[in-house]
């Protein structure tokens, strides 16, 4: 199993003078331990789950790129990106970038977004669910054509691209993996087995649901022709606060592995003091490599 760090708060110590400093020590303290990935949420405001709106928030890809300056090995990602938060031209090119400047690092994170509350404080589009899936799923077709090499003309109903030139190509081969984020049965897991290279879930769900979202996902990819085995299963847990036990994350690294799960990605609280992301270097990561 692989293990994943994701960074959603940055109200540390110092905010915002010392922001950058802190950042880059976190960043560079996950990929010195060994985790082998770092991802970002994509939202502007925080979010009700993690603090109050007005808590500091970073814009995804202007951060991502500033991780990938002072690390060397992790690869580097949104969970997930708001796909009506940037135009696909925009969207890939960002991605291309940061996966050409980080040596082949990037994953594209993509979702439908959810948080209308931030769109709107920002002047953001926001349309209703079934126009931001229409977006999504045309978002994922771009994606595939342009990192495929082509620049053909695409019309959809809601994107029109005249001559996608994206260059340079990603150095990633044959593209940066596409993680499409979500636990929608109907929609969500159709998508990524019809376009993307990885999904991912919430581990908090719990063993049970979690299979059966992956037992959904197989049915889908029966339906299109795909093999299952051929997307990367990721799932997201967040660590309570008061102190990293070793035995308890071991523990739910072992019960996401048995039913299918590659790679986890946990929120760590008080990150910032690095204590937490050397323990998982020493005690975790080595203990799980091979579940």
């Not at 090995?73 to 009506?84: D, E, F, I, K, N």
């Not at 109903?157 to 260059?167: K, R």
């Amino acid at each position: 199993m692989k293990i994943g760090l994701q960074i959603s708060r940055f109200d540390w110590p110092g905010t915002p003078e010392k922001m950058g400093a802190t950042l880059a020590e976190i960043a560079r303290a996950a990929d010195d331990a060994g985790f082998a990935s770092i991802w970002l949420m994509d939202h502007f405001f925080q979010i009700p789950a993690i603090g109050p709106v007005q808590d500091p928030m970073l814009e995804a890809y202007s951060t991502l790129g500033y991780i990938a300056a002072v690390t060397q090995r992790a690869r580097l990602g949104t969970l997930v990106t708001g796909v009506v938060y940037r135009h696909p031209g925009l969207l890939i090119k960002a991605v291309t970038s940061l996966d050409v400047l980080s040596g082949g690092r990037a994953y594209l994170g993509i979702g439908a977004a959810w948080n209308e509350q931030e769109a709107l404080g920002l002047g953001l589009p926001f349309p209703p669910l079934a126009e931001r899936f229409e977006r999504l799923e045309e978002t994922l077709q771009i994606a595939r054509q342009v990192w495929s090499g082509s620049t053909a003309e695409y019309r959809g109903q809601h994107y029109h691209l005249a001559e996608p030139v994206i260059s340079p190509a990603p150095l990633t081969r044959p593209h940066p993996p596409i993680l499409i984020g979500g636990t929608g049965e109907k929609k969500t897991l159709r998508l990524v087995a019809r376009y993307g290279d990885a999904c991912n879930l919430f581990a908090g769900m719990g063993k049970a649901e979690v299979t059966r979202k992956l037992d959904v996902l197989k049915r889908h990819c029966e339906d299109v022709g795909r093999e299952y085995d051929e997307i990367e299963r990721t799932a997201l847990d967040h660590l309570p606060a008061g102190g990293l036990d070793v035995s308890k994350v071991i523990r739910r690294c072992r019960d996401m592995a048995e039913i299918g799960i590659q790679h986890l990605i946990f929120g760590v609280p008080d990150n910032y003091t690095i204590t937490p992301l050397d323990t998982f270097g020493r005690e975790v990561i080595p203990a799980v490599a091979e579940f």
